[in-house]
T-cell receptor
């Protein structure tokens, strides 16, 4: 399977803990995106990378959130000092350039207790 | 303010009928509009992309229209099947083609 993969699929953590998610995009895609989705809502854009450069961050991405894409391949999204409001599905997508369809991974469901 | 509106009420139709879903937007000037399908607990799956200079696009049983004057897109599934039951998301490509802004989605249920 050469689609977008995300790990872990589920994460339960206690408030105040740090969590890190990983995304492996489709190998030839130079763009990688992170979105967050809560129940009954569409995905909301968080940030995107072109190769290894992080080019845009949403205002939703507070200082507790950081994303990296070393070497322009896989990406990690870290949330520090998690809060209950961080509970959501975190989706990763990749595309071949801008103005193109995006291919989504299965998501990581985060529950903060 | 900017809005993308999809019917929040579920759409229930009988197998074999045509399902029509609506996406309205305000205060956007998107170059591209996309439709995605999402099943429970899974990521969205790309279906169709339509450009601002295209009025209509088709793919198998799917048809999308894009009216930039009305600021509306219609998504049609003909000869619907129970397997078409899912949530359908409309998304505008904004920010210079750099990000998708999604509507809330419409849940479609196709009954036998």
């Amino acid at each position: 399977d050469t689609g977008v993969s995300q790990n872990p699929r589920h994460k339960i953590t206690k408030r105040g803990q740090n969590v890190t998610f990983r995304c492996d995009p489709i190998s030839e895609h130079n763009r990688l995106y992170w979105y967050r989705q809560t129940l009954g809502q569409g995905p909301e854009f968080l940030t995107y990378f072109q190769n290894e450069a992080q080019l845009e961050k949403s205002r939703l991405l507070s200082d507790r959130f950081s994303a990296e894409r070393p070497k322009g391949s896989f990406s990690t999204l870290e949330i520090q000092r998690t809060e209950q409001g961080d509970s959501a599905m975190y989706l990763c997508a990749s595309s071949l350039g801008g103005f193109a369809e995006q291919y989504f991974g299965p998501g990581t469901r985060l529950t903060v207790t | 303010s900017q809005k993308i509106e999809q019917n929040s009420e579920a759409l229930n139709i009988q197998e074999g009928k045509t399902a029509t879903l609506t996406c309205n937007y305000t205060n956007y000037s998107p170059a591209y509009l996309q439709w995605y399908r999402q099943d429970p607990g899974r990521g969205p799956v790309f279906l169709l992309l339509i450009r601002e200079n295209e009025k209509e696009k088709r793919k198998e049983r799917l048809k999308v229209t894009f009216d930039t004057t009305l600021k509306q897109s219609l998504f049609h599934i003909t000869a619907s099947q129970p397997a078409d039951s899912a949530t359908y998301l409309c998304a505008l490509l904004t920010g210079g083609g750099n990000k998708l802004t999604f509507g809330t989605g419409t849940q479609l249920k196709v009954e036998l």
